[in-house]
C-alpha cells in the first residue's frame, strides 16, 4: 500500500531522519543514488574493479543514503538476508 508523502515525512522523523520530502531528494543524495548505479554497471561489466565495490559499498554505508532508503522501504525491494 502506498503511503502519502506526509506519512513518509512522518516515518523519516520517527526513524530519527531529516529528510524533509523523500520523494524530492536533495542534490546531494541524488548524485549518491546516481554513483551507486554508475558503479554497480561498472563492478558488473568485465573490466568491473573492486574500487567500483568498495565505493558501492561506502555509499551505501552514509548516513544520508540510509535515511532515504528506510523510509522508502514501501517503493523499494526487499533486502535479502
Same mark, same amino acid.
Not at 531529516?18 to 541524488?30: G, I
Not at 546516481?34 to 548516513?63: K, N
Given at each position: 500500500?502506498?503511503? $502519502?508523502?506526509?506519512?513518509?515525512?512522518?516515518? #523519516?522523523?520517527?526513524? !530519527? %531522519?531529516?529528510?524533509? &520530502?523523500?520523494?524530492?531528494?536533495?542534490?546531494?543524495?541524488?548524485?549518491?543514488?546516481? $554513483?551507486?548505479?554508475?558503479?554497480?554497471?561498472? #563492478?558488473?561489466?568485465? !573490466? %568491473?574493479?573492486?574500487? &567500483?565495490?568498495?565505493?558501492?559499498?561506502?555509499?551505501?554505508?552514509?548516513?544520508?543514503?540510509?535515511?532515504?532508503?528506510?523510509?522508502?522501504?514501501?517503493?523499494?525491494?526487499?533486502?535479502?538476508?
Amino acid at each position: 500500500m502506498a503511503k $502519502s508523502k506526509s506519512q513518509l515525512k512522518r516515518l #523519516a522523523v520517527q526513524r !530519527g %531522519g531529516t529528510m524533509s &520530502d523523500p520523494l524530492k531528494p536533495s542534490l546531494s543524495l541524488l548524485c549518491k543514488l546516481g $554513483s551507486i548505479v554508475v558503479h554497480a554497471d561498472e #563492478a558488473s561489466s568485465p !573490466g %568491473g574493479h573492486h574500487f &567500483d565495490v568498495a565505493t558501492i559499498r561506502t555509499l551505501l554505508a552514509d548516513q544520508e543514503v540510509n535515511e532515504w532508503l528506510k523510509t522508502m522501504t514501501v517503493y523499494l525491494p526487499a533486502k535479502r538476508n
